[in-house]
């Protein structure tokens, strides 16, 4: 599998479900990011991630330096 460039962009939609709860009240925003193009960008099993989040936007950085 070839590494991208740094500035290498790919772009996959997805959709903020729920968390489910057995009806006990609001349930939470859940969001389920999957797929072999994470491993193409640095995402490996196991290894753990930072996420920073601001209004609207997610940045989900590797915590390893790659």
């Known amino acids: 599998?070839?590494?991208?460039?740094e500035d290498q962009q790919e772009l996959?939609?997805?959709?903020?479900?729920?968390?489910p709860n057995g009806y006990r009240g609001?349930?939470?925003p859940r969001l389920?990011?999957?797929?072999?193009?994470?491993e193409k960008f640095g995402f490996d099993?196991?290894?753990?991630?930072i996420v920073e989040a601001r209004r609207g936007q997610l940045v989900i950085r590797?915590?390893?330096?790659i």
Request: glycine share 10%; proline share 9%; charged share 5%.
């Open 1 to 5: 599998m070839s590494v991208p460039h």
């Open 12 to 19: 996959h939609h997805y959709t903020v479900g729920y968390t």
């Open 26 to 28: 609001n349930p939470s």
């Open 32 to 38: 389920i990011i999957s797929g072999r193009w994470l």
């Open 45 to 49: 099993t196991g290894h753990p991630v």
């Open 62 to 65: 590797t915590e390893l330096n």
